[in-house]
C-alpha cells in the first residue's frame, strides 16, 4: 500500500508492506550443466524461504533442449512459479558450416538467413531456435 500526504508545497509517499510475501529472482547459468535432470536437481535444491515466490531465470549456454513447462512439473517446491529462458544453443557453428554434412549445408543456409541486415531481434532469436531445433534433429 502507499500512504501519502499531498501539501501545496510538498508530496510525501511512503510504502507499508501489508504481506510478507516476496517475489524473488534467481538466475541460474547452466553452461556447465549437461542434462535436464541435472537442472532439476540444482533448481530443487535451493533453498526457499516460507514468504518467497521465485521467478528462476536460466542464462549461459545449453548443452540440451529447456522445456520450461516440463521443468515446472518437476519442481518439487511449490513456491517456484516461474521459469524464464534467456540461454543461447551451445553449438559453435562456425565449425559446423565448414563441415561438408547435411548439418554443415543446414548451418551455412541458416547463418545466411541470420546475419541479413534487416532480421529483427525476434526473429533472430526465432532463427537461433530453428538452429538448434534442426541440429538436434540431424545428431
Known sequence: ????EITKEDLKLDFVPLDEEK????EIDITNILSKEELIEKMNQLEIANHEYIKIILVGNRNFEINKYELLKYMENERIIKIKDQTKIAYDLSKIVNENTLKGLFAKEMLEIIEQPEITKEEKEMIEKAIEIGLEALE
Open 23 to 26: 517475489f524473488k529472482e534467481i
Open 1 to 4: 500500500m502507499i500512504v501519502g
